[in-house]
């Protein structure tokens, strides 16, 4: 990956508000209660960039970890050797590298007695795999998925000094829509299963960011497991209001490379799609679906001195075109995401725009936009 001051050569670029994710954090485990957060970074902290993302929230204490992948964990374990930092991944492991995960200290989530033993075959004396036991309620990914498999799992742990027991969660599947019923079937499963199996609730972890926002009166749970929400957008589909206002961590610039007048009939990029039904000024930005300006943003708007105009024809791999109302210098800043003046475009709208969710919109950016923090 080529580094930050040479990818700012192209003159576009996100800038992160890291003081925004810390308030955000502390915010919602105000509303929800919580004692405790696992801050969810993976995907290099949903676009933010998760080495300092980590390091923003750990000035404010928090001190658990997740991501997905145990090369996310490792390159996480590298700048953060602190004993006192935690790095959970949440997806499931090839458990044949059980001696990684020990050695960089990440702790994976067991969901198969099968799983458990093949790890433990593994684990020489003296040394410990820390695990978190993963319960399928009905997100149908992973996980133990009855009573008796908790239970088993849960015993194995406690009956060997190879392994330390770090928690047990699960994963919401609606918890940022309105199918109140499914949810509350995932939660009393999870309290069956788990209070049957006795585990102590200090070990509980379940809310992810629909689950914190709109149902923290409905689950007992000292630990929040959250992603979204700390980079401030809302989990939920654009008619699913926020209790709590959050602030967006994320603001995505560029700055016009050529300008020109487009006369009556001339066309705009790949396909020739737009053609214009007058004479009129359009400006050329270094940003393209290689960068995460997703091709289905042909026609999304764009914030230029204060005014929205529009982006036309396709979006190319590395360029785009936009409108202008009037001719504007080469170097002028144009906004696709963030404010300017009274106009605003967030990764909702985008989001929305696009069909899709804020997590996706985010997760694309990265490859070769700088980040300033
Ligand atoms: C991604 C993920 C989260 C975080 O989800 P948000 O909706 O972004 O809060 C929590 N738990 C698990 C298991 C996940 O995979």
């Known amino acids: 990956m080529i580094n930050d001051d040479i990818l700012r050569l192209r003159p576009t670029w996100i800038t992160i508000d890291l003081q925004a994710?810390?308030?955000?954090?502390?915010?919602?485990?105000?509303?929800?209660?919580?004692?405790?957060?696992?801050?969810?970074?993976?995907?290099?902290?949903?676009?933010?960039?998760?080495?300092?993302?980590?390091?923003a929230l750990l000035d404010i204490g928090i001190q658990d970890f997740a991501v997905a992948t145990i090369a996310e964990g490792i390159?996480?374990?590298?700048?953060?050797?602190?004993?006192?930092?935690?790095?959970?991944?949440?997806?499931?492991?090839?458990?044949?590298?059980?001696?990684?995960?020990?050695?960089?200290?990440?702790?994976?989530?067991?969901?198969?007695?099968?799983?458990?033993q093949s790890a433990l075959a593994q684990i020489e004396d003296g040394q410990k795999l820390a695990v978190q036991l993963a319960v399928d309620t009905g997100m149908g990914r992973m996980g133990a998925h009855s009573q008796e498999n908790v239970q088993a799992i849960?015993?194995?742990?406690?009956n060997t000094d190879k392994l330390?027991?770090?928690?047990?969660?699960?994963?919401?599947?609606?918890a940022d829509d309105n199918n109140q019923s499914y949810y509350d079937k995932q939660v009393k499963r999870f309290y069956q299963w788990v209070t049957a199996a006795g585990i102590?609730?200090?070990?509980?972890?379940?809310?992810?960011?629909?689950?914190?926002?709109?149902?923290?009166?409905?689950?007992?749970?000292?630990?929040?497991?959250?992603?979204?929400?700390?980079?401030?957008?809302?989990?939920?589909?654009?008619?699913?209001?926020?209790?709590?206002?959050l602030k967006p961590a994320l603001y995505l610039k560029s700055k016009i490379g050529s300008v020109h007048q487009l006369q009556i009939g001339e066309s705009v990029s790949y396909g020739a799609t737009y053609t214009a039904a007058k004479s009129q000024w359009i400006?050329?930005?270094?940003?393209?679906?290689?960068?995460?300006?997703?091709?289905?943003?042909?026609?999304?708007?764009?914030?230029?001195?204060?005014?929205?105009?529009?982006v036309i024809g396709r979006v190319t791999m590395d360029q785009i075109v936009i409108t202008l109302n009037q001719e504007y210098p080469v170097g002028t800043i144009v906004t696709l995401v963030g404010c300017d003046g009274q106009e605003k475009i967030?990764?909702?709208?985008?989001?929305?725009?696009?069909?899709?969710?804020?997590?996706e919109i985010l997760t694309?950016?990265?490859?070769?936009?700088?980040?300033i923090y």
């Open 21 to 55: 994710i810390q308030l955000n954090a502390q915010k919602i485990m105000q509303h929800a209660g919580a004692k405790k957060i696992i801050a969810v970074v993976k995907a290099d902290a949903y676009g933010h960039g998760a080495k300092q993302v980590v390091q």
């Open 164 to 174: 330390d027991f770090f928690g047990v969660f699960t994963h919401f599947a609606t």
């Open 283 to 310: 400006a050329t930005l270094p940003i393209g679906y290689a960068d995460g300006y997703l091709r289905r943003m042909s026609g999304m708007n764009v914030l230029v001195d204060g005014h929205v105009e529009h």
């Open 200 to 245: 102590p609730k200090k070990y509980w972890n379940l809310a992810n960011s629909g689950s914190a926002i709109w149902h923290f009166n409905e689950i007992d749970t000292e630990t929040i497991r959250v992603g979204s929400v700390l980079y401030g957008y809302n989990p939920g589909a654009p008619e699913k209001k926020l209790p709590i206002s």
């Open 75 to 116: 390159a996480l374990r590298e700048v953060y050797p602190q004993k006192n930092v935690n790095i959970f991944l949440l997806g499931v492991q090839d458990v044949s590298h059980t001696n990684v995960m020990i050695q960089y200290r990440l702790v994976p989530p067991v969901g198969t007695i099968e799983w458990l």
């Open 346 to 359: 967030t990764i909702e709208d985008m989001a929305e725009y696009g069909h899709t969710i804020p997590h």
């Open 364 to 371: 694309n950016f990265g490859n070769r936009l700088p980040k």
């Open 154 to 158: 849960y015993d194995a742990i406690q």
